[in-house]
């Protein structure tokens, strides 16, 4: 131990760092080599699986420099794979058995029974050792640095690809999990304790965890924490401010899919997330038209991996995220060569909130078989600074109005995995509100507002 009771580990002689699978590319064509060997190879994985061996029978691989060749492939939605039976998802989306598979990644949505994505050790290969991995040298991190992750630790992929990820850069990890692993009261003891330079959370917890300790009298910009890495969840402005101004820590974003892997990263001096063109081939199209928007124009992400699909074959995965996407301006920093990659802070057909997708038609369906609704809005909100889910409901006459708003918070949570507020409205209030719109507000995300 040294004088500041800090524990020497990364940072003493002997760490062995792992060597990487895959290298930054060094120039735009060799980022379009990629895609040629990697987008051919996609479509001839794909043609082993029962269900998307039909949707690419026409397609010529020798034609997809053509981007109308390409633009052929059907996108991939998660309605198709939400109707399929788990059975049937095995056999026919997945193109190798289960005795290939090192390991199972939950699918982001809550909705329904979900979906655990079998990953073998060639796509762990960059799925972690590389996509993952790049965190750490994207925002700056080095071997003297020591990680706090407070991601969930359960079966969604980050809370445990998060710290393995840092490991294999030889960076000291401290796998606490979210306060449902680990206390934060705890977790702040072991902040000061530990003396971590790296916190990694979704945005409400690290909000959480700050406003916790002050309750306490205790100061984090005073930490050692001089990073956030936050994910999961939407980053406002506002939220990005206050993260900043509690922790005294600079805050790095991220974004990623449990189909693809971490997809993109803010760059240390950039305050922009770059993507991983070479790992993914990514489109960004008009939701209506399904062609490609402008440069720098805001569309629908459309996610295609080109090196982990030895057995889940995603093509052309519509992710519903709206994002722009534009290139950097090269220079001295290798990371240049990949495109700036700025997320909307919204989706197309769901809610992302505090982790978990909440898709507007699922849910719809799930309020309106409830006998007690009549009517209902759904706000994705911000309350404190943590991302929350707020209903807004109008009822029948005559039931006691605490009971059913008890009763649906609880159908809730049991459906989708989270804990909503819900309010009770006069009836005929969501009437006159929708009336006032072109197309009723029945999703509204309210977390950019003021």
Known sequence: MTSDSRPVMNDAPGVAVTPWSLGIPGSDAEIAAIHRSRMRLAIERARHSRLLAPRVSGINIDKLDDPEEWRKVPVLTKEELRKLPTDQFYSNFCIAPASTCAEYWRSGGSTGKPLFYPRSPEDMKYMLGVAF??????????????????????????GQLTPRSAQMEGIATLWAGAGTTTPTNIQIELIRELKPTIFAAMPSYALHIANAAEAQGIDLAQSTVKKLLVSAEPLTDAKRAKLERVWGAKVYNSFGMTEGAMTSVERDGVGRMIAWTDLFYLEVLDPSSGKPVAEGEQGALVMTPLWSNTITPFLRWYTGDIVSMHRQKRSDDPWSIFPVLDHALRTEGFFKVRGININHGDLEDFMFTQAAVTDFRAEAVTNAGIDALRLLIEVKRGPDLAAVAKDITERVKSKFELTPTVEVLETGTLAREFEKSVKAPRFVDRRNEA
């Open 133 to 158: 991995r790049r965190i750490w040298p994207c925002i700056g991190a080095t071997q003297g640095d020591v990680l706090h992750t407070a991601f969930p630790l359960g079966i969604h992929p980050v």
